[in-house]
């Protein structure tokens, strides 16, 4: 059992996939952190402070954990809806009695997507009262912003696409605010919905940004992100304590 | 082998007799893990992924039983002709809904929401020390400054929508000022002021206004309990007409979590 264990993690095969020996000792576990994808984001060795449960509450993470789940249940139920007027709802009805799960698959996309606008709202609560926007995090502070706004537009256009009376006003009430504003704000609502009222060419246009144009936007810049955090040092709670820098600062 | 000679500086780092030595350049640069102590921390592997594995694992389990416990809302199909009553935005948005029973559209709507985005934006380039970072409110006196901020705002806000509820300028002074005036400088005015007032008592205080952090502090703080008290009420006290009523007595059985 051994020898064919040891056999098959010896190989070239397994050596090409896994470029690192079990992570039980210091060169493996860094080994691993700079060979594997997933695991490059993060530093080899962390703060003991920024694990903590009640430092971060992991609202990051879990904010980014919902996109994930967004985006599988999401092109599920792609694969039963069709964006026009006078199919959409009865897809939506359809999808909720006859497709095996198909309750459980609407319910958990709309769940979790309410679920990700506010973690992402808490996450930068969070951020905001540690202080973990200051120098050299102020970039990534920006992008989060610009994320907290994709976030939002994601939910709203994905709003409309049940084509129910709930859908309908909401987006109505929604858009309407835009057209308030007095030099660009018919224009911008008539973007937006393709026409003077909700319709057709809504509900193609809200489709588009909600699975392709909004979706493909956040995965670039969550990775943006995700790699700024990185880049920056990890969390912030890495650095307290630092005299050596306070002095340099200071300087 | 310890020698006295050298000064403190130099201890890690013999000169060698040979060479010249000068200082080219400090450079301002965050050194993100160098010089800190091995004690403080731990490899990253496995603890990290566990961690991020267990709140995966974690909150896609409450997911699935929420999802399986509620069913998500589908009323009948959209029909342009037959408005709801109340016709309410999603509820990140009622906050900016509940604004405009407030004031003008383009203040509601527009000049606020850019403010609030474009200070969010500007936070770090104001408050750019490097002081405090990564430690909850950064201090005992920031934690102070945070919870009452918050009480605060929570009675101001409140006391806003309450009273701009029950005597709305817009509608009282109607044909004795402009609806400019009415509609916008008023309310404009007012919700400057609420913003303001806690800077300057914080101002006026014994110890004053100490930093960019605190500033940033008291105004975040009035700027997520003021989109919290609209949002809250937007969503759960608004009813049939756009009227305020108590979520739980709301008028032909509307029930605002409905419509999530
Ligand atoms: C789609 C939305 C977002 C996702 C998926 C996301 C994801 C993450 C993750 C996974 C981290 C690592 C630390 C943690 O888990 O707390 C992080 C850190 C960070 N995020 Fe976000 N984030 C989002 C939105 C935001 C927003 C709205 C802001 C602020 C306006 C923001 C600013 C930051 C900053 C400054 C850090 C570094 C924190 C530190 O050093 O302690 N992010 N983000």
Redesign the interface.
């Known amino acids: 059992m051994k020898k064919l264990k040891d056999f098959i993690v010896n190989s070239r095969v397994w050596r090409s996939f896994f470029r690192h020996g079990w ?1 039980d000792n ?1 060169l493996d ?2 080994l ?2 700079t060979t594997n994808v997933f ?1 490059h984001l ?10 903590k449960a009640l ?1 971060s509450f ?1 609202l990051g ?2 904010t980014t ?2 996109f994930v ?1 967004l985006s599988i249940t999401g092109i599920l139920e792609m694969f039963y809806y069709v964006p026009s ?1 006078d199919t959409a ?1 009865f897809d ?2 359809t999808l ?1 009695t006859q497709v095996p799960f198909g ?2 698959l ?7 997507a ?2 990700m ?1 506010l973690t992402a709202v808490l996450h ?2 969070r951020v ?11 970039f990534n ?2 992008v989060g ?1 610009v994320l907290l ?1 994709l976030t ?1 537009g994601a ?2 256009t994905g ?1 409309l696409l ?9 987006i ?3 858009t309407s ?2 057209g ?3 030099m660009f ?1 018919k224009l911008i609502q008539k973007l937006l919905l393709g026409g003077a ?3 057709q060419a809504s509900l193609t246009r809200f489709y588009g940004l909600h699975v392709m144009v909004i979706p493909g936007l956040l995965l670039l810049i969550i990775s943006l992100h995700l790699w700024r955090v990185r880049k ?11 005299e ?3 002095e ?2 200071n ?1 | 082998m310890p020698d006295n000679n050298i000064p403190e500086e130099n201890k890690s780092f013999s000169r060698s007799s040979k060479k010249t030595y000068s200082l080219v350049e ?1 450079v ?6 160098v ?2 102590g ?1 004690e ?10 566990i ?2 594995l267990m ?2 694992i974690g ?2 389990l409450v ?2 039983i ?3 416990l ?11 002709l ?3 009553d109340p ?7 009622m906050g ?2 509940e604004m ?1 029973e407030h004031m003008h ?2 203040l ?3 000049i606020l929401p850019a403010l609030a ?1 474009g200070f ?2 500007s ?3 104001i ?12 201090s005992k006196r920031g934690k102070s400054i ?1 919870g009452w901020t918050a009480l605060y705002t929570l009675v101001a806000m409140t006391g806003f929508v309450l009273v701009d509820n029950a005597f709305p300028p817009r509608e009282l002074l109607r044909d004795m000022l402009p609806n400019l005036v009415t509609q916008s400088l008023i309310p404009g005015a007012v919700m400057t002021f609420l913003v303001v007032l806690p800077l300057l008592v914080l101002w006026r205080s014994k110890e004053g206004i100490k930093n960019a ?1 605190e500033v ?2 008291v105004l ?1 703080t009035v700027l ?1 309990i003021t989109a919290v008290v609209l949002t809250l009420t937007g969503f759960l006290f608004r009813g049939p007409g756009f009227e305020l009523y108590w979520p739980w007595a709301m008028p032909n059985g509307y029930n605002p979590m409905d ?2």
């Open positions: 992570p210091p576990r860094s691993i952190m695991f993060h530093p080899v060795r962390v703060n003991k402070r920024s694990i430092y992991g993470v879990i954990i919902m789940v007027v709802y939506i009805i909720q309750q459980l609407r319910n958990m996309h709309r769940w979790s309410h679920l606008v930068m609560v905001f009262y540690t202080g973990a926007y200051k120098r050299p995090r102020e502070w920006v912003v706004i939002l939910s709203f709003y049940p084509w129910d009376q709930l859908a309908f006003w909401a109505t009430v929604g605010v835009a308030y504003e007095p704000g009222e909700v319709g920056d040092g990890g969390l912030a709670a890495n650095e307290v304590k630092d050596i820098e306070t340099v600062e300087a | 400090i301002k640069a965050p050194t993100t893990m010089d800190k091995p403080d921390t731990i490899f990253a592997f496995p603890i990290v992924a961690l991020e709140l995966a909150s896609t997911l699935v929420f999802s399986l509620k069913d998500a809302p589908l009323e009948e199909l959209a029909n342009p037959i408005t709801t016709a309410k935005a999603p509820w990140y948005f900016l809904q405009l559209p383009t509601a709507g527009i985005v969010l934006i936070i770090p380039y408050d750019y020390s490097r002081e405090g970072a990564g430690v909850w409110f950064t945070v952090r940033m502090l975040f997520f419509g999530l």
